[in-house]
């Protein structure tokens, strides 16, 4: 059963960074997709950037392009969102999700959240004004 645990959310003013973590266990297989998401109280989640770990593709929400940043650790099983120029609007609980085929481009952001393999338990961050 794959597991998916986050940490490194927190508090920040506006123009400040926060780096997260999403480590797997689980998968049998070494390429997978992983990927950000956000949510706000009585809003849709909202797809942020997804990773193929077999290799080094990325791919971006506009809304967040060139202020975010997602890498991997192979070796660690740990896929990263660095956050940059942090600002009020990007306060939610963020989650990374993970799933085994698909995909590398937005079509991962609008899989339905049974469709993944797994969710973190998601981390909150906070951007102060």
């Known amino acids: 059963q794959v597991q998916l645990v986050e940490s490194g959310g927190g508090s920040v003013q506006a123009g400040g960074s926060l780096r997260l973590s999403c480590t797997a266990s689980g998968y049998t297989s070494a390429s997978n997709y992983m990927g950000w998401f956000r949510q706000v109280p009585g809003k849709e989640r909202e797809g942020l950037a997804v990773i193929y770990t077999g290799g080094s593709a990325t791919y971006y929400a506009d809304s967040v392009k060139g202020r975010f940043s997602i890498s991997q650790d192979k070796a660690k099983n740990t896929v990263y969102l660095q956050m940059n120029s942090l600002k009020p609007d990007d306060t939610a609980m963020y989650y990374c999700?993970?799933?085994?085929?698909?995909?590398?481009?937005?079509?991962?952001?609008?899989?339905?959240?049974?469709?993944?393999?797994?969710w973190g338990q998601g981390t909150l961050v906070t951007v102060s004004s």
């Open positions: 999700a993970a799933h085994r085929h698909c995909c590398g481009d937005s079509w991962f952001f609008s899989l339905p959240r049974n469709a993944f393999d797994a």
